[in-house]
């Protein structure tokens, strides 16, 4: 099998390394493609990978097809491949917000997977969420399927509407984190504590969290009333989260990002 990767960007460049060391790939299974000539010099110099600047001489050769450029080169991009594309490949977009059946329109073709990964797909603990069109096969579905996983973990879902929810909850997701832990680090500061100290009391402290409720099954809130006791430091904290309404502006927050998801998909 060989899988085209279009658009050497910091996505196509993790899911490229992240596939090649899959069971079903090699290195030399995977093609890259993009258009910036200087991207292209600097590929060719440093990675393993067969790095291509016209679709001709890739496209007809790959089983699959993951596309990472931004959503607004989709409509080009689609141009050049639809005269080069054959109805047996398989494409999986990672794009914002372009749907399955403007893919199929654009292409020609009918078997495409629209699918919404997240940053820490960089370090291997990724989360994709993905839907086939119904004309991708079992089989084919188990292979795209594992090579998502490369990056993490991937839950297939039933409508595209839940890849725009996604986007709102695991997508823009770390983005959530790194708010929290930037305000904990500036609380850390204001205390007193060096910025390398801030910065391990707070990476430590969501690091041992995570941990924590990944090898249990009780709930975040149960994990809450655990750390807290009546009248303790950690109520008063929680007490005043509570106050200001903090667990509703959180989820407002995270519609916020589905509602944007569902506007750019439209344009
Ligand atoms: N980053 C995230 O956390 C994240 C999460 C979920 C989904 N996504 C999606 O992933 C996609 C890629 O994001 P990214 O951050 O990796 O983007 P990026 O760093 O900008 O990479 C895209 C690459 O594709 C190249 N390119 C543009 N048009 C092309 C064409 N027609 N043929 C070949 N290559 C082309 C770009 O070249 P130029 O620089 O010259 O334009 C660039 O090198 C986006 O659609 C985004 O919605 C990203």
Redesign the pocket.
């Known amino acids: 099998m060989k899988v085209l990767v279009?658009?050497?960007?910091?996505?196509?460049?993790?899911y490229a390394e992240a596939m090649s060391k899959s069971k079903q790939l090699k290195k030399r299974n995977v093609m890259i493609?993009?258009?910036?000539p200087e991207?292209i010099l600097s590929l060719k110099k440093i990675s393993h990978f067969d790095v291509f600047e016209n679709?001709e001489d890739c496209l007809p050769q790959a089983d699959l097809v993951f596309?990472?450029?931004?959503?607004y080169?989709?409509e080009?991009?689609f141009a050049?491949m639809r005269p080069l594309i054959n109805k047996g490949q398989i494409v999986i977009?990672?794009?914002?917000?372009?749907t399955i059946q403007t893919m199929q329109d654009a292409l020609g073709i009918q078997k495409v997977v629209r699918a919404?990964?997240?940053?820490p797909?960089q370090v291997g603990k990724g989360v994709t969420s993905f839907i086939p069109s119904k004309e991708v096969s079992r089989i084919e579905l188990l292979t795209v399927e594992s090579l998502l996983d490369t990056t993490g973990k991937s839950i297939k879902v039933s409508s595209e509407n839940y890849i725009d929810a996604s986007?709102g909850i695991s997508?823009s997701g770390?983005a959530y984190v790194f708010y929290f832990m930037q305000s904990m680090m500036e609380a850390a500061l204001k205390m007193g504590f060096s910025a390398n100290d801030s910065k391990v009391l707070v990476s430590q402290t969501f690091d041992g969290a995570v941990e924590l409720f990944n090898q249990s099954d009780l709930s975040p809130s149960s994990w809450m009333n655990k750390v807290a006791s009546k009248g303790g430091t950690t109520r008063a904290a929680l007490d005043s989260m509570e106050d200001n309404n903090v667990n509703e502006l959180i989820k407002e927050a995270a519609y916020a990002a589905f509602d944007r998801a569902v506007e750019l998909g439209k344009q």
Do not use: E, F, Q, Y
């Open positions: 279009i658009g050497a960007g910091n996505m196509g460049l993790t493609l993009d258009s910036s991207k679709l596309i990472a450029v931004k959503p080169h989709c080009d991009l050049k977009s990672i794009m914002a917000g372009v919404m990964p997240n940053l797909a986007t997508g770390p």
